[in-house]
């Protein structure tokens, strides 16, 4: 059997490039397709074995550092790719992957990590963001993204099976395609936490200073509190925004061993994103650290909140510092009923093994529907 697998761009080893990687474990032999490789060699994990084959973006001037700038191509590149040759087509799609063509002779199955944020029910944020709310270019960037959004609607017909990482991913899916998906949490690295020998006196947030994340909202909450010690692990153009405070600690990008030992002596993690999956929320738990959350997204898949008997965290309900400084609060006087047995137990649920075992599962299912379909069809004639 040929299997191709198809992403979106290859730029860092971050979640959806850890859930390609898997794929690959699962299917050695598959050949790798991607609009745009920039992944730097050293840092690719299993990828760095692979061939791989990019598409004429890949050559087009400045790409490797604005294959961005090149988004209205995407579509007609991700359309370029033949696969006819192939059997059995997975996909990892955040944006356009999902698109490839196939033919009736073959089983698509797409891991869809996110609709495109941008290009749906996000759109008026991230255009505010970008600053580019008004103006000549706002309306032409808001007829592209009019485009993307048709192209993106026509396209999720195309696999035999979507796959979303989350239920929050889910649910998106079903609004915006109008088809059910079967949930597949990505995989996470638990063999890379452990927990500490002892806890430290600080809390942790680790994420970039992107305004989605939150960032700096978890900053201005310690700020307000003094009495509490936070690092800060993460970097990025808000960062500048963050309002110095003695008690808040701005670590930037630390080595992977670093970040890991920092998590397991923290007393809990703080994320205020509203994320498809959010892997950190894991990485906490498999570290033996509870989670602080907003209560919001894919959180809500990998967090046990009190007062589940195993509870891992506690939510907060709306993004304000406000209902940090409170959740924070509470935090302190159930601090004791977090205990690290229920957090390890919790992570397992996320491992790598785990997912291949799920993934591989629903692949030899499409497998022998498609086959059953085509028996079928021979009988008849």
């Given at each position: 059997?040929?299997?191709?697998?198809?992403?979106?761009?290859?730029?860092?080893?971050?979640?959806?490039?850890?859930?390609?990687?898997?794929?690959?474990?699962?299917?050695?032999?598959?050949?790798?397709?991607?609009?745009?490789?920039?992944m730097p060699k050293g840092?690719?994990?299993?990828?760095?074995?692979?061939?791989?084959?990019?598409?004429?973006?890949?050559?087009?001037?400045?790409?490797?550092?604005?294959?961005?700038?090149?988004?209205?191509?995407?579509?007609?590149?991700?359309?370029?790719?033949?696969?006819?040759?192939?059997?059995?087509?997975?996909?990892?799609?955040?944006?356009?992957?999902?698109?490839?063509?196939?033919?009736?002779?073959?089983?698509?199955?797409?891991?869809?990590?996110?609709p495109m944020r941008y290009?749906?029910?996000?759109?008026?944020?991230?255009?505010?963001?970008?600053?580019?709310?008004?103006?000549?270019?706002?309306?032409?960037?808001?007829?592209?993204?009019?485009?993307?959004?048709?192209?993106?609607?026509?396209?999720?017909?195309?696999?035999?099976?979507?796959?979303a990482n989350s239920e929050?991913?889910?649910?998106?899916?079903?609004?915006?395609?109008?088809?059910?998906?079967?949930?597949?949490?990505?995989?996470?690295?638990?063999?890379?936490?452990?927990?500490?020998?002892?806890?430290?006196?600080?809390?942790?947030?680790?994420?970039?200073?992107?305004?989605?994340?939150?960032?700096?909202?978890?900053?201005?909450?310690?700020?307000?509190?003094?009495?509490?010690?936070?690092?800060?692990?993460?970097?990025?153009?808000?960062?500048?925004?963050?309002?110095?405070?003695?008690?808040?600690?701005?670590?930037?990008?630390?080595?992977?061993?670093?970040?890991?030992?920092?998590?397991?002596?923290?007393?809990?993690?703080?994320?205020?994103?509203?994320?498809?999956?959010?892997?950190?929320?894991?990485?906490?738990?498999?570290?033996?650290?509870?989670?602080?959350?907003?209560?919001?997204?894919?959180?809500?898949?990998?967090?046990?909140?009190?007062?589940?008997?195993?509870?891992?965290?506690?939510?907060?309900?709306?993004?304000?510092?406000?209902?940090?400084?409170?959740?924070?609060?509470?935090?302190?006087?159930?601090?004791?009923?977090?205990?690290?047995?229920?957090?390890?137990?919790?992570?397992?649920?996320?491992?790598?093994?785990?997912?291949?075992?799920?993934?591989?599962?629903?692949?030899?299912?499409?497998?022998?529907?498609?086959?059953?379909?085509?028996?079928?069809?021979?009988?008849?004639?």
């Open positions: 059997m040929k299997v191709a697998i198809v992403h979106d761009w290859l730029q860092s080893l971050y979640g959806s490039e850890r859930v390609v990687e898997q794929i690959l474990a699962c299917f050695p032999q598959a050949e790798l397709f991607t609009l745009v490789d920039v840092v690719r994990g299993l990828l760095e074995e692979v061939t791989v084959r990019t598409s004429f973006i890949q050559n087009l001037p400045f790409a490797r550092r604005h294959f961005r700038h090149y988004l209205p191509l995407m579509p007609l590149a991700i359309e370029q790719f033949d696969l006819g040759r192939f059997d059995l087509v997975l996909s990892s799609s955040h944006a356009f992957a999902k698109g490839v063509l196939t033919g009736p002779h073959q089983v698509h199955l797409a891991y869809v990590h996110a290009a749906w029910e996000y759109q008026h944020q991230y255009l505010a963001e970008a600053g580019l709310d008004r103006g000549l270019r706002s309306w032409l960037l808001r007829w592209q993204l009019h485009r993307l959004r048709n192209w993106d609607f026509r396209t999720g017909a195309g696999p035999d099976r979507l796959i929050f991913i889910r649910q998106r899916i079903q609004r915006i395609y109008r088809r059910d998906a079967t949930v597949i949490h990505p995989p996470v690295r638990l063999q890379d936490f452990a927990p500490a020998p002892s806890k430290g006196d600080h809390f942790i947030a680790i994420s970039r200073f992107a305004p989605y994340k939150r960032t700096e909202l978890i900053c201005a909450a310690f700020a307000a509190m003094p009495d509490l010690k936070l690092k800060v692990i993460g970097e990025g153009a808000g960062q500048a925004r963050v309002r110095p405070a003695p008690n808040v600690e701005l670590l930037g990008t630390l080595p992977r061993a670093e970040v890991a030992r920092l998590l397991a002596e923290a007393r809990a993690l703080v994320f205020a994103a509203e994320e498809d999956f959010g892997i950190t929320l894991v990485e906490a738990q498999a570290a033996g650290t509870p989670v602080i959350a907003f209560g919001r997204g894919g959180a809500l898949d990998s967090v046990r909140p009190a007062p589940h008997p195993d509870a891992t965290g506690l939510f907060f309900t709306e993004q304000s510092e406000g209902a940090i400084c409170q959740a924070v609060r509470r935090f302190l006087q159930e601090e004791d009923r977090f205990t690290q047995d229920a957090l390890l137990r919790n992570a397992a649920r996320f491992s790598e093994e785990r997912f291949r075992e799920r993934y591989l599962a629903l692949v030899t299912a499409a497998l022998a529907r498609h086959q059953l379909r085509g028996s079928g069809s021979i009988s008849a004639r």
